[in-house]
């Protein structure tokens, strides 16, 4: 993600502390990262997911590549974890087109819900990889997750929406490409870890393009730089966030993506959500923030 190239400080560190200013921008950062999925569903009646994905990348890259000459250079970039970054790189974009896809194909807002459900997965992926140790409270909390999701897919029901799948596949994927992050976190500055998810990301969302059938025409190459510009703004302000406050002060404001979604998904496309799916945000987030308390 392009808000990477910000410097992160000490988690421990209190003397910079600023709860009320994280907490607004985090919510600042999700409601454009909101209306980039917008823009995505607008330009989705029309236009094929690859090409969408594609556009996101190649204008993030464009858009990173003067920050990263003015923070630093590009001598920076060396690595000795290349693999590790494709990887990441591979799995991000996969994940990216579930995502883009379900959000051309559902409500706004049960496509971000769905996609809220990435940190119940990233325990399990980072046990399985990293080994690393999950607590009780921590399961517990999965299994909350998964519930919620359950109740929105409606799974009693036999029928399920097969997007949904979707959604949910591109969730467990992108836990993949986040654990990746921590297994390089000890050597790899944010900055280099950016610099290659970005290279990489256009690199293999290119691959799909001779099969897209559509290709953007007039505005539409507006609305896909704006796709770019306004996730790239979106994620410096929620990297900002989390520099200047510990994400257990702030990190409940995440969820506040699901209130977007949902205004956006009402104002443009008349959609409103079902009790089921009420319920299930309900869990999902009780869930979420029972965990995030316990940092």
């Not at 989705?44 to 003067?66: K, Q």
């Not at 979707?166 to 654990?179: P, Q, T």
């Not at 500055?189 to 007039?218: K, M």
């Not at 409103?272 to 799916?277: G, R, Y």
Request: charged letters at 10%; a positive charge; hydrophobic letters at 55%.
């Amino acid at each position: 993600m392009i808000c990477g190239v910000l410097r992160y400080r000490s988690a421990t560190d209190p003397v910079n502390d600023q709860p009320l200013k994280g907490a607004l921008l985090l919510v600042l950062g999700e409601g454009l990262l909101a209306v980039m999925a917008a823009m995505i569903k607008h330009l989705s009646d029309h236009l094929d997911t690859e090409v969408i994905v594609f556009a996101r990348n190649l204008f993030g890259l464009l858009i990173l590549l003067p920050i990263i000459a003015s923070r630093g250079g590009f001598g920076q970039l060396r690595t000795r974890f290349l693999h590790l970054h494709m990887i990441r790189g591979f799995t991000g974009v996969t994940a990216m087109f579930c995502f883009f896809y379900t959000i051309g194909h559902i409500a706004l807002a049960e496509a971000v819900l769905v996609k809220m459900t990435v940190p119940f997965f990233l325990p399990i992926v980072a046990w399985l990889w990293l080994r690393e140790v999950i607590s009780v409270r921590t399961w517990l909390a999965i299994i909350g997750g998964f519930a919620g999701v359950a109740v929105i897919m409606d799974v009693s029901s036999g029928s399920v929406n097969p997007v949904m799948w979707v959604a949910l596949a591109g969730a467990a994927i992108m836990s993949v490409a986040k654990v990746s992050i921590r297994r390089m976190a000890v050597s790899e500055p944010a900055q280099r870890v950016v610099f290659y998810f970005a290279l990489f990301a256009t690199l293999f969302s290119a691959l799909p393009l001779p099969w897209a059938s559509t290709l953007p025409a007039g505005s539409d190459y507006l609305w896909l730089f704006a796709i770019g510009l306004v996730a790239t703004g979106g994620q410096y302000a929620m990297t900002t966030a989390y520099q200047i406050a510990r994400p257990g002060q702030v990190g409940v404001y995440n969820y506040s993506s699901v209130i977007w979604a949902a205004l956006l998904g009402w104002m443009f496309w008349g959609e409103t959500l079902v009790l089921t799916t009420l319920i299930g945000t309900l869990l999902i987030v009780a869930a979420g923030v029972w965990n995030l308390k316990s940092r």
